[in-house]
């Protein structure tokens, strides 16, 4: 894909580039009915929500779930999930912002805890795969953190220097990983966290994309 230089931003993608928020509620209250748990608001989830998932289910249920619970619930998600994502689309305006950094000369890529098999053919059905170096998705099981896929993200990236690498996500975890590798990070409040949840990262938190690219613009000049 050839060796890049300057500033390059990796994207998230659930939550961040795929405004995906109605097909995660309506998947996660799903899983929940799998164990008799009450539905959940929007604004309750972006209040608990957190990486590794486990974790998060553990401020619903006051306990971690068991091997066999967290089991039901993850394949309970992922099938709804799929059922409910294909009502979703981009965020406002991310279609603009790619082709714009990508036009200016500066690389970005995707990686997302999402799974790879999925997630290729899903950012390939917007018409944007030719704006990103490489795609990244979930190999392995789910539920855990970002910090290591971020390690060999950036190992496969020719020419792209941690230090002028900016991660654009929704979730305090993307601060994680991108200070995991000697990145910086911009937060977004359109997705799965509230924003004091990100505030507590340290990383700057915006509203909007297209705040997002400014502020990754200036951070990795």
Known sequence: MGKQTGAHIVWDWNGTLFHDNDAVIGATNAAFAELGLEPITLERYRALYCVPVPKFYERLLGRLPTDAEWQVMDETFHRHYAEHRVRCGLAEGAAELLAGWRAAGRSQSIL???????????????????????????????????????????????????????VIGDAADDALAARHVGARAVLYTGGSHSRESLERT????????????????????
């Open 112 to 166: 997302s805890l999402y799974g790879h098999a999925e997630l290729v053919p899903l950012v390939s059905s917007f018409g944007i795969e030719t704006h990103f170096i490489r795609v990244d998705g979930r190999t392995g099981p789910s539920g855990g953190g970002k910090a290591e896929h971020m390690a060999r993200h950036l190992a496969a990236l020719a020419g792209v220097e941690p230090g002028r690498t900016v």
């Open 202 to 221: 340290g990383a700057p938190v915006v509203d909007t994309l297209a705040e997002a690219v400014e502020e990754a613009a200036r951070l990795a000049a």
